[in-house]
């Protein structure tokens, strides 16, 4: 996911046209890259910044190197933002510094909550499980509900491991219900769909199957897993709901019966 930073700078010298500012420890990739300044100057205290520095500049090996086009006014602040990329897996907080010829290292202050190169770790949300028919040798429609603290890009492949003992050859099983995922496979307990949008996260999503109940009675399963072939998540233990209410026509039915 794109990234916007913003940095204020300021300098007790000028800053000669010619020189560069050399933004240092921004992890977000080896580049190189041209990455595109926006002045974002808040009032008549600051300058624009891209007056006096080159609108594009170049990103890589963690530094931003920005080329200095008009020498900048003592004390005169310059604001501005650039996106970057996030990297794909979860990384902590680190210091970004500023140099710049003749000036010294100096660390930048982020606000507490927004500091930079922090990735949050993917994960899945509690994610839940459900089955409406716990009748032999009919039809079964399951549910799975997840969600995820990240968005999950289309293309993306999910995986329900655990579906044990269910009589249905992958040419009749098929995805109800959702225009967000396809079926990709099925075999072994295991089905698999993928993404064909992306799914927005702190959102709960939901797909079901049809499945072919086996002949004789059997237990529900006690474990049956999501995970997912996006780069960083773990698998989780999907919650069995436990409602008779879920059970779709079924008179009498107990709230164990929704455990597929």
């Excluded at 000028?14 to 050399?22: E, F």
């Excluded at 006014?73 to 710049?100: E, H, R």
């Amino acid at each position: 996911m794109n990234n916007t930073i913003s940095v204020t700078l300021a300098s007790s010298t000028a800053l000669m046209a010619g020189a560069s500012v050399t933004l240092h420890g921004l992890m977000y990739g080896a580049g190189p890259l041209h990455v595109t300044l926006h002045d974002v100057s808040g009032d008549s205290c600051y300058g624009n910044a891209t007056d006096v520095f080159d609108p594009v500049a170049e990103y890589q090996n963690d530094m931003l190197i920005i080329t200095i086009k008009a020498n900048t006014v003592p004390g005169m602040k310059y604001a501005f933002d650039f996106t970057l990329l996030n990297p794909t897996c979860n990384q902590s907080i680190s210091t970004v510094w500023v140099n710049s010829t003749c000036t010294p290292r100096m660390d930048l202050k982020a606000t507490e909550g927004s500091e930079p190169n922090y990735v949050r770790h993917p994960e899945f949300n509690v994610s839940y499980i459900w089955q409406e028919n716990p009748l032999p040798s009919e039809t079964n429609k399951i549910t799975i509900s997840f969600s995820a603290n990240v968005n999950i890009p289309s293309g993306v492949y999910l995986t329900i491991s655990g579906l044990r003992h269910i009589d249905t050859a992958r040419s009749n099983l098929a995805l109800v219900t959702s225009s967000d995922f396809e079926m990709h496979s099925w075999g072994g307990g295991n089905l698999v769909i993928q993404t064909k949008a992306t799914l927005a996260h702190s959102t709960y999503h939901q797909f079901s199957f049809n499945v072919m109940n086996p002949d004789c009675c059997q237990n529900p399963t006690e474990t049956i897993q999501l995970s997912t072939s996006y780069a960083c998540f773990r698998p989780v233990n999907l919650v069995q709901l436990q409602s008779s209410s879920l059970l779709l026509n079924i008179k009498g039915g107990s709230d164990i019966e929704s455990k597929p």
